[in-house]
């Protein structure tokens, strides 16, 4: 079973790499999209999370047979309304760094108090221009005064995850998808997958 994973997101895309290492499923092959560089990406102008990871499977699902994941993820920060949200990637302009998105966000809680914040991700699974499923996952924790560590992407340095006492760009890329948002939502997208082999099997076992 082969599925193309959407995202030009290169953090992103080595995420979706190594889920489909870790997923269990020996039938599965999840790799990036062929040629993915090379096709425009689509708008996002989406109010929620599902909406925009819905209009990037089906758009990129029409590039392939197979079937295809695109999620759309963000950081929601109670204190700002559950700003950035959709907006997280361009939070301080379109083509904003991840140091300028985060300084914006150091810069909008000055003198917070409440840091509470949640990391969330909805892949979307499609195909020929469909979308069958959506999946969502997310972490609790907090935003800290100063970035910590140097692994991982975006909003990391500052997301500090209680559980394991420490930021996300602290943790290893394995220790990370063990917890994250992210890999909450492949988490249940490969028990959605594995049912689908099943039936699938099943469904052939009958014909011959």
Same mark, same amino acid.
Do not use: W
């Given at each position: 079973?082969?599925?193309?994973?959407?995202?030009?997101?290169? +953090?992103? $895309? %080595?995420? #979706?790499?190594?889920?489909?290492?870790?997923?269990?499923? %020996?039938?599965?092959? $999840?790799?990036? $999209?062929? =040629?993915?560089?090379?096709?425009? *990406?689509?708008?996002?102008?989406?109010? &929620?999370?599902?909406? @925009?990871?819905? &209009?990037?499977? /089906?758009?990129?699902?029409? #590039?392939?047979?197979?079937? &295809?994941i695109a999620d759309d993820s963000g950081l929601e920060v109670a204190a700002l309304r559950e700003a950035p949200g959709v907006y997280s990637a361009r939070y301080a302009g379109p083509n904003a *760094?991840?140091?300028?998105?985060?300084?914006? !966000?150091? =810069?909008?809680?000055? @003198?917070?108090?409440? =840091?509470?914040?949640? #990391? /969330?991700?909805? !892949?979307? $699974?499609? %195909?020929? +221009?469909?979308?069958?499923?959506?999946?969502?996952?997310?972490?609790?924790?907090?935003?800290?005064?100063?970035?910590?560590?140097?692994?991982?992407?975006?909003?990391?340095?500052?997301?500090?995850?209680?559980?394991?006492?420490?930021?996300f760009a602290e943790l290893t890329l394995d220790e990370k998808f063990a917890v994250s948002h992210r890999g909450n939502a492949f988490r249940k997208l490969f028990a959605y997958l594995a049912e689908?082999?099943?039936?699938?099997?099943?469904?052939?076992?009958?014909?011959?």
């Amino acid at each position: 079973m082969i599925v193309y994973a959407c995202s030009t997101n290169p +953090g992103k $895309l %080595r995420e #979706f790499v190594l889920a489909g290492q870790e997923s269990g499923l %020996r039938e599965l092959v $999840l790799e990036p $999209l062929p =040629r993915l560089q090379t096709i425009p *990406t689509p708008s996002e102008e989406g109010a &929620t999370f599902e909406e @925009n990871a819905f &209009t990037k499977a /089906v758009y990129y699902s029409r #590039f392939t047979r197979e079937l &295809t994941i695109a999620d759309d993820s963000g950081l929601e920060v109670a204190a700002l309304r559950e700003a950035p949200g959709v907006y997280s990637a361009r939070y301080a302009g379109p083509n904003a *760094t991840d140091a300028a998105n985060n300084e914006l !966000l150091l =810069r909008n809680l000055q @003198n917070v108090a409440d =840091r509470r914040a949640r #990391f /969330v991700c909805v !892949l979307a $699974l499609a %195909r020929a +221009g469909h979308v069958l499923t959506t999946f969502r996952g997310v972490a609790e924790g907090r935003i800290l005064n100063a970035p910590r560590g140097d692994c991982g992407f975006g909003y990391d340095p500052l997301f500090f995850y209680p559980p394991l006492n420490c930021t996300f760009a602290e943790l290893t890329l394995d220790e990370k998808f063990a917890v994250s948002h992210r890999g909450n939502a492949f988490r249940k997208l490969f028990a959605y997958l594995a049912e689908l082999h099943h039936e699938n099997t099943a469904i052939s076992d009958k014909i011959e």
